[in-house]
């Protein structure tokens, strides 16, 4: 999709969410599979389902409720998404971070990112909840390719430090007073929607990934693209190909996120305090 094309969609976008709410967040959240629930933790001022808003991609995975959130946490305004889309779900990477684009533009400065993921790192386990430093971006579609949306920014943007520093620490503070432990890693990015093979498991170990996923990064690299801070958590939901004997599915990573859910609630209510 041309940089242009994308850019006149993302406006559209804008402009009927604005016909609907003027709520001006400063903080936006995405969250992950089986992790919707924290949207109970919010003070709701307006909910936006996507299907409202022109052009903007629907998600078809089972457990996205596909809604916006706007309201308080604490006395932080938010933006919440409960429910994103996915690139496996056959949409234009552009509309992939569609979300997070007009997140920016409705006045969010951070985007704190979630997700359910495969643990990698060998000392990980089911339920488990690890802070993300730092990414793998090669085998995701880089969402900057195209002409360069100049309104939002540089063609070749920075990514030596995607997730900022302030904020993780904040996170890593928030995660000690409260007794949550906390794991640390690198998260990469495939494209689903097939698991990932033992042999890609060993492949990302020896690359240094902790964690897999199907999200987050490219959402990352178009929000750090626009001039957002970011951070982000995965919740470990099971352990991935070839790492027990058990097979994979999608019902155990609702049940491991279920039972991490209230650490994950904590510890995401308290940073947001903070930032």
């Not at 409705?106 to 704190?112: K, N």
């Amino acid at each position: 999709m041309g940089g242009h094309h994308a850019y006149e969609k993302l406006t559209n976008c804008l402009k009927t969410v604005r016909e609907k709410t003027d709520f001006t967040p400063k903080v936006a959240i995405v969250l992950g599979s089986g992790l919707g629930d924290y949207a109970e933790q919010i003070r709701v001022e307006t909910e936006l389902p996507y299907h409202e808003i022109a052009g903007f991609p629907v998600s078809t995975v089972p457990g996205h409720a596909g809604k916006f959130i706007f309201g308080y946490i604490d006395n932080i305004p938010v933006v919440c998404m409960k429910g994103r889309v996915h690139y496996y779900e056959g949409y234009d990477i552009s509309d992939v971070v569609l979300p997070v684009r007009l997140m920016r533009m409705l006045g969010a400065e951070i985007l704190f990112l979630t997700n359910a993921a495969g643990g990698v790192n060998n000392s990980f386990h089911a339920g488990d909840l690890m802070l993300i430093k730092d990414h793998l971006a090669m085998f995701a579609p880089n969402p900057l390719i195209g002409p360069n949306i100049e309104e939002l920014g540089t063609r070749f943007p920075d990514m030596s430090a995607v997730y900022d520093r302030e904020l993780q620490q904040i996170i890593k503070n928030k995660a000690a007073e409260n007794g949550i432990y906390l794991q640390e890693g690198v998260y990469a990015q495939l494209t689903g929607p097939s698991y990932e093979s033992p042999a890609d498991v060993r492949a990302l170990r020896m690359l240094g990934c902790d964690a897999v996923g199907m999200s987050t990064v490219v959402e990352a690299i178009a929000a750090r693209h626009c001039g957002m801070r970011v951070c982000g958590i995965s919740c470990i939901s099971n352990l991935a190909a070839g790492m027990s004997a058990e097979p994979l599915n999608h019902k155990e990573v609702q049940e491991a996120a279920d039972m991490a859910a209230p650490r994950f609630k904590k510890l995401v209510t308290e940073s947001v305090k903070e930032f």
